[in-house]
């Protein structure tokens, strides 16, 4: 049985490694369109920009692993056609790849920004490593940075500019940062912190245009409220869309990402889509989701493995997030929903602390600053569907870490 992967992030390569320790015998090929090894994401938003560092790549697997587990990677060439009545897939330097199961991992593109100068010299994105090694080098000479956008990105970028001795305006146009994410009163706190480390935080004011200074490079950023921030340097962090372009382009269904049932299948049971671009029925949300995060890539992937393997099963892991900005360490296991009554565990003034979000009188997501312990017991009891009551939640004393241990034996 041969298996081609579409994608070589965290997903893509997660399904190989699990196909090959789950047995499969068969060819795997992994399509990676970047040159080089597949390598992880989520640094070059964080430690990559951060004053003193000397960024290098950070490989997903080492190149010994492709070899080793006898998974042949495709990389440089992009996937540019599925024909799924041949069952094979094109690639850009005019090769052809036969499968008998295919997935998409190919992941999401960041959201363009349209609005007039946005495409001046100076205004940038962030989501490869060539974009993070311009970055790096841009905040050496950069004075005023403006950062269009306070979710994880955003807000990951601007600590690190301020670390960089750089002026920042944060530009969001919703009322808090991380609006979808986060609870209202996290987000506000989130709000206070970056202010307290010296960003300057617009909120309710979005991006109207960017102005050129003489050198044709962009020098201002004017508000959709009128007013005007010198911009030697933009970022833009306004959020991602699917790559599902190409399985559009195959007759699969698509709608907010690839379509798929509870075992990660496609409308075509032998293509799977796991990842950032895979649209799946979430027992978390009761409807459709599309979760951006290291941890469903990789727990859609063992699972979508498992599905080619034979052995398919709804899929449910309890999805968590993280986000590291300037010394805020933010994590969260389960997902907040608007309407949620929550109840704060810990001290906010003391920049450690959780918000305990319940749905219906039962723990749904805990959202943590700066408090590990706090999050691995929500995980746990999160999985296990054992969280605490508001009532226990709220008696003096209350430890999510000991809660955890009370529930089970395994050490949290």
């Known amino acids: 049985m ?48 951060a004053a003193g560092s000397d960024p290098s790549p950070l490989p997903l697997r080492a190149a010994s692993f492709f070899s080793e587990k006898d998974i042949s990677l495709r990389n440089g060439a992009a996937a540019v056609a599925v024909d799924r009545a041949g069952k094979s897939v094109s690639l850009s330097d005019g090769s052809a790849l036969p499968y008998d199961h295919l997935v998409f991992a190919t992941g999401a593109a960041n959201r363009a920004l349209t ?5 001046l010299p100076g205004v940038h994105g962030l989501k490869t490593l060539g974009d993070a090694e311009t970055l790096h080098s841009a905040f050496d000479a950069a004075r005023n940075v403006v950062v269009v956008g306070a979710g994880f990105i955003g807000l990951e970028v601007a600590a690190a500019a301020r670390s960089r001795g750089c002026a920042v305006t944060v530009l969001e146009f919703a009322p808090r940062p991380m609006g979808r994410a986060l609870s209202p009163d996290m987000g506000d ?25 003489p050198d044709g490079r962009v020098a201002t950023a004017v508000s959709t409220a009128g007013a005007r921030y010198p911009a030697d340097l933009v970022v833009v962090g306004i959020g991602v869309v699917p790559n599902d372009a190409l399985a559009a382009a195959a007759g699969l269904e698509t709608g907010n990402g690839i379509v798929v049932d509870a075992a990660l299948r496609t409308s075509d049971p032998s293509i799977l889509a796991v990842g950032d671009c895979a649209s799946f029925p979430s027992v978390h949300t009761g409807g459709r989701a599309r979760l951006e995060s290291v941890q469903n890539a990789t727990d859609q992937g063992r699972h979508a493995a498992r599905t080619i393997l034979g052995t398919p099963s709804p899929y449910g892991d309890l999805p968590w997030f993280w986000s590291t900005q300037g010394n805020l360490r933010l994590q969260i296991a389960g997902l907040w929903a608007p309407g ?73």
């Open 2 to 49: 041969t298996v081609v992967i579409i994608g070589g992030g965290q997903a893509g390569l997660q399904v190989a490694d699990s196909l090959r320790a789950g047995g499969h015998a068969g060819t795997i090929t992994v399509i990676a369109d970047e040159p080089g090894l597949p390598y992880q994401r989520p640094p070059l938003s964080k430690d990559y920009l």
């Open 115 to 119: 609005c007039p100068g946005a495409d």
């Open 189 to 213: 706190w989130f709000t206070a912190a970056h202010t307290g480390l010296g960003v300057s935080m617009r909120l309710n004011e979005g991006i109207g245009h960017f102005e050129a200074g």
């Open 340 to 412: 949620d009554e929550t109840l704060v565990v810990g001290e906010p003034e003391s920049g450690k602390f959780s918000i305990l979000c319940f749905r219906n009188s039962r723990l749904a997501a805990v959202e943590s600053v700066n408090s590990p312990a706090d999050h691995m017991g929500a995980r746990k009891l999160l999985a296990a569907g054992r969280g605490p009551s508001p009532e226990e939640a709220a008696a003096p004393g209350f430890s999510l870490k000991s809660h955890a241990r009370q529930v089970s034996p395994t050490p949290v």
